[in-house]
């Protein structure tokens, strides 16, 4: 059974900076693309990162890019999301998702929640001053 545990969340003021986790169970990230969605309160999810099992490859949404780095360090089974110059908008409940098992599990296929299998209960991130 695969179980997806993120970790990190806090309240960071806007301009910060914050680092949160997700650690992977029951699947190998040497065969499963992670990708990280965010959902603000009265909004629907968003998918704003993912990393490729397959080269490493990295995509970001228009919203995060160049602020946010996603890494699987050390080739281990967890994924990092590292955010920086964050601002309120960045407020919501974060995600760590897999896809579903398959011929194009390496691969980050697109942002779209009905393209992930697994997902972990979340972490919160609060950005406020």
């Known amino acids: 059974q695969v179980h997806l545990v993120e970790s990190g969340g806090g309240l960071v003021q806007p301009g910060g900076s914050l680092g949160i986790s997700c650690a992977v169970s029951g699947l190998s990230l040497d065969h499963y693309a992670v990708a990280w969605f965010r959902q603000a309160p009265g909004k629907e999810r968003e998918g704003i990162s993912c990393?490729?099992?397959?080269?490493?490859?990295?995509y970001y949404a228009d919203s995060v890019k160049d602020r946010f780095t996603i890494s699987r360090p050390n080739a281990k089974n967890t994924v990092n999301l590292q955010m920086n110059s964050l601002t309120p908008e960045g407020r919501g409940l974060y995600f760590c998702v897999t896809p579903p098992p398959g011929g194009l599990s390496d691969y980050c296929v697109d942002f779209r929640p009905e393209s992930f299998g697994s997902w972990g209960q979340g972490t919160q991130v609060t950005v406020s001053s």
């Open positions: 990393i490729s099992a397959f080269d490493g490859s990295t």
